[in-house]
């Protein structure tokens, strides 16, 4: 709020001594009081008898080599007004040092917590209800009669009334209600931040918990293909050697039958050569002889026949087995090649298609190519739509040799290139 201004009674001027005037061109100035004391007689020299009792001029005049003149002096009024504003400063300067400053709000009270205040209210709560049993013992002594069990039960209430009032006094205290409700909304936020911490740090756990599970998931996956890998290629190369050695005894049997029909035919030989020897010396043995000899090599003969028979079997049959193998090893490998090569050509179509169309991963649902790709792409998921497709195509089939006819694309017909230089900017 704006002060009025100061008057001259209340702030009275300093004591001021003037100074005699001077003549000639420093005469004296007038102050900002007035002053109407006489000047001291040590101050003026003593007048001369030559000059019949006046004092001669004390400095040369103005104007000479030594004195230039002086400045024109102000008005009386702008010198009144310098002292005005100078009075002003100083009541201002004196009024802003006595101001005092704001009074700070006074301090929450130190006990102001949720807890505290729950301990007081369940205190209040049990002195509120003892007061209540008081004063209806109170109103019985009344109604009875009892003047000394009525002024007793008045202590005993006044008593508790007291400790009530004790007890709600910081309640009371300015700025309780206030920390208090600061401090039970920053225990909510805290409890809430707190709460949505766990929340964040619970779904972090679940989802980490989940890639994990499904990183185990796939590393078990592999774990079980490779295993799988792992198991046939023993279990075909256990039976390949069990064939490898199986068909190995078969033809060492094999060979052992063989020999046996060469030691058969030597025997026969020798037997033929030791019956000319003795029948040159004139020794001839008897036709039993050699009808048992005939008879025992024509069994030996057949047995050794029959062994070469089964032994040729089962060599077939190992030898077909072993051609099964291979014949499920070579699909196996061929069925992995053609894999290979529909996943390149799986591949090269995704290129293709993100070049026309874009990355589909980048693509969300409501993507305005969505639906072309939806119709471009029908007839992977819907076999009525790849029929219906199919029989739109079959309508423009013609004969081989028809002058406008044309194979169907494998793929994407592809746009030719640029044809000029304003059509190569158009396309970039």
């Known amino acids: 709020m704006a002060q009025p201004p100061p008057f001259a009674g209340r702030f009275p001027p300093p004591p001021f001594r003037p100074f005699p005037p001077l003549p000639g061109p420093f005469a004296a100035r007038p ?35 030594f004195f230039p003149p002086l400045p024109p002096r102000p008005p009386a009024e702008e010198e009144a007004a310098a002292a005005q504003r100078q009075q002003d400063e100083l009541w201002l300067s004196q009024f802003l040092g006595r101001r005092r400053a704001a009074r700070p709000p006074p301090p929450p009270p130190a006990g102001a917590s949720p807890s505290s205040a729950r301990e007081l209210a369940v205190a209040a709560l049990g002195r509120v209800a003892r007061l209540a049993a008081l004063c209806r013992a109170l109103r019985r002594r009344e109604a009875e009669g ?19 009032q004790e007890i709600v006094r910081p309640l009371r205290e300015p700025g309780y209600p206030e920390a208090l409700r600061r401090k039970a909304e920053r225990a909510r936020r805290r409890r809430l931040r707190l709460q949505r911490r766990r929340q964040q740090a619970r779904a972090a756990r679940e989802e980490e918990a989940a890639r994990a599970a499904e990183r185990e998931a796939r590393i078990d996956q592999w774990r079980a293909k490779r295993i799988q890998e792992v198991e046939e290629k023993n279990r075909e190369r256990e039976l390949k ?31 033929k050569l030791r019956k000319e020897a003795a029948g040159r010396k004139g020794v001839c043995p008897p036709p039993s002889a050699d009808e048992a000899f005939e008879n025992q090599v024509e069994s030996l003969k057949t047995l050794l026949k029959n062994r070469t ?20 090893e070579r699909k196996r490998e061929m069925e992995k090649k053609q894999k290979k090569e529909r996943e390149k ?84």
Request: contains cysteine.
């Open 31 to 65: 102050g900002p009081f007035a002053a109407a004391a006489a000047p001291p007689p040590f101050l003026l020299p003593p007048p001369g008898p030559e000059a019949g009792g006046e004092a001669g001029p004390r400095f040369p005049p103005c104007g000479g080599p």
């Open 146 to 164: 009892d003047g000394a069990g009525w002024a007793e039960a008045r202590e005993e209430a006044e008593e508790a009334r007291r400790e009530l």
């Open 241 to 271: 050697a069990a064939a490898d050695s199986v068909l190995s005894e078969v033809r060492k049997k094999q060979a052992d039958t063989k020999r046996m029909v060469d030691i058969l035919r030597a025997l026969e030989k020798l037997r």
């Open 309 to 328: 028979e089964l032994y040729e079997a089962e060599e077939r049959a190992l030898r077909v087995m072993l051609e099964g193998e291979q014949e499920e």
């Open 345 to 428: 050509l799986l591949q090269q179509k995704l290129e293709i298609d993100s070049k026309l169309f874009g990355d589909p991963a980048e693509f969300p649902l409501a993507h305005l190519l969505q639906p072309f790709r939806e119709y471009y792409l029908q007839a992977e998921h819907s076999v009525a739509a790849l029929i219906q497709i199919r029989h739109e195509w079959d309508q423009f089939l013609v004969p081989a040799d028809h002058p406008e006819g044309s194979c169907i694309p494998p793929g994407w017909v592809l746009p030719s290139p640029p044809t000029n230089d304003t059509w190569a900017t158009a396309v970039r």
